[in-house]
């Protein structure tokens, strides 16, 4: 396969929120299939509990992703807040301590795209950062291979209110087990740009700007992710970052019907400003993919992921986020 990546080596796999399209995400069963699966990275989202423990969720509130809601004695915890602007109602990790979250179990949070994940739902407990990065290492010292790390700030700037704070943690930790500098296998994501402008003060490791196909970046209200995406604003994210990591429609856009287009040109421009794309999220459901690489009506059957896969290399994307990293790492690398 022609490579046409920043650096010339081949695009990465980054397991999203571990092997999600087989087990309930942001478990350590999850992440542990990922690695067998072949990911280069395996990614964790972090939020916090009311005694600041980073733990893997993908939002702080957790109904969707914990049995929380079947827990009579936390019943009372059920309140509404507004995060990053948007108004949610549940339960929140920072209102549970990590004793009290270590007595939940996951939960698939797409059941009616993935029931076979249901026959988890139960098994697993919510696993702190600390235990996620054991687990690397853990299987580091038994092959010899050393995994990857790509952890996202979740709602930093809202947890500061509550004096919960990310980074201090975040790199200790990562430095304690290993993933300390530029030449080391770890990335830090966010979607707000105060927060990775903090940590580049703070770290040499690799930060990557996370855009959306629409809005801004929570922390900055002048600034929309389009202007960001501009000439200008690539070259103002590379004051800070090493990378962006858009939605995968701003690399390559679907037509009326849903139909793969052309790629947008955004990753030469990246790549122009001296930095990395990572496009998120690859799903092999059809309910997910654009309709030529489809392969029947049913949502929940799998399509053509790796069709899907191969037009984004094609385009030069230096690496990928995929809930699938057995079908991504054989897009890829085989």
């Given at each position: 396969?022609?490579?046409?990546?920043?650096?010339?080596?081949?695009?990465?796999?980054?397991?999203?929120?571990?092997?999600?399209?087989?087990?309930?995400?942001?478990?350590?069963?999850?992440?542990?299939?990922?690695?067998?699966?072949?990911?280069?990275?395996?990614?964790?989202?972090?939020?916090?509990?009311?005694?600041?423990?980073?733990?893997?969720?993908?939002?702080?509130?957790?109904?969707?992703?914990?049995?929380?809601?079947?827990?009579?004695?936390?019943?009372?915890?059920?309140?509404?807040?507004?995060?990053?602007?948007?108004?949610?109602?549940?339960?929140?990790?920072?209102?549970?301590?990590?004793?009290?979250?270590?007595?939940?179990?996951?939960?698939?949070?797409?059941?009616?795209?993935?029931?076979?994940?249901?026959?988890?739902?139960?098994?697993?407990?919510?696993?702190?950062?600390?235990?996620?990065?054991?687990?690397?290492?853990?299987h580091e010292k038994?092959?010899?291979?050393?995994?990857?790390?790509?952890?996202?700030?979740?709602?930093?700037?809202?947890?500061a209110t509550f004096?919960?704070?990310?980074?201090?943690?975040?790199?200790?930790?990562?430095?304690?087990?290993?993933?300390?500098?530029?030449?080391?296998?770890?990335?830090?994501?966010?979607?707000?740009?105060?927060?990775?402008?903090?940590?580049?003060?703070?770290?040499?490791?690799?930060?990557?700007?996370?855009?959306?196909?629409?809005?801004?970046?929570?922390?900055?209200?002048?600034?929309?992710?389009?202007?960001?995406?501009?000439?200008?604003?690539?070259?103002?994210?590379?004051?800070?970052?090493?990378?962006?990591?858009?939605?995968?429609?701003?690399v390559i856009g679907?037509?009326?019907?849903?139909?793969?287009?052309?790629?947008?040109?955004?990753?030469?421009?990246?790549?122009?400003?001296?930095?990395?794309?990572?496009?998120?999220?690859?799903?092999?459901?059809?309910?997910?993919?654009?309709?030529?690489?489809?392969?029947?009506?049913?949502?929940?059957?799998?399509?053509?992921?790796?069709?899907?896969?191969?037009?984004?290399?094609?385009?030069?994307?230096?690496?990928?986020?995929?809930?699938?990293?057995?079908?991504?790492?054989?897009?890829?690398?085989?």
């Amino acid at each position: 396969m022609n490579v046409k990546t920043l650096t010339g080596a081949p695009p990465v796999i980054i397991a999203h929120r571990g092997a999600s399209g087989e087990r309930p995400e942001h478990t350590l069963a999850a992440y542990q299939l990922a690695i067998e699966q072949g990911a280069d990275f395996i990614e964790p989202d972090l939020v916090l509990t009311r005694d600041g423990v980073l733990v893997a969720r993908h939002e702080n509130e957790i109904s969707e992703t914990t049995d929380v809601a079947d827990r009579p004695e936390f019943a009372a915890r059920r309140t509404s807040k507004t995060i990053d602007g948007q108004e949610y109602s549940g339960w929140f990790t920072e209102d549970f301590t990590l004793a009290e979250l270590k007595m939940l179990r996951a939960r698939e949070r797409l059941p009616e795209l993935r029931a076979a994940n249901m026959q988890y739902d139960g098994q697993y407990e919510v696993p702190t950062f600390e235990e996620i990065l054991q687990l690397l290492q853990k299987h580091e010292k038994k092959s010899g291979k050393r995994i990857g790390v790509y952890p996202e700030t979740k709602h930093p700037g809202y947890f500061a209110t509550f004096g919960l704070d990310h980074d201090e943690q975040m790199l200790k930790l990562l430095k304690t087990y290993g993933y300390d500098g530029q030449d080391d296998p770890v990335f830090i994501q966010s979607f707000e740009v105060g927060n990775l402008q903090a940590l580049n003060d703070k770290t040499g490791i690799r930060l990557v700007q996370l855009v959306a196909s629409e809005g801004g970046p929570p922390d900055r209200a002048d600034l929309s992710f389009a202007s960001m995406l501009t000439a200008d604003g690539l070259k103002e994210i590379a004051t800070y970052a090493d990378g962006i990591g858009p939605s995968k429609d701003l690399v390559i856009g679907r037509n009326a019907v849903g139909l793969l287009g052309k790629p947008t040109g955004l990753v030469d421009a990246a790549h122009k400003a001296g930095l990395l794309v990572h496009p998120w999220t690859f799903r092999r459901e059809n309910h997910f993919l654009p309709t030529d690489f489809k392969s029947g009506i049913d949502p929940r059957d799998a399509g053509d992921l790796a069709g899907e896969i191969r037009a984004y290399v094609a385009a030069g994307v230096d690496g990928l986020f995929s809930d699938n990293p057995a079908q991504a790492v054989s897009a890829v690398k085989q």
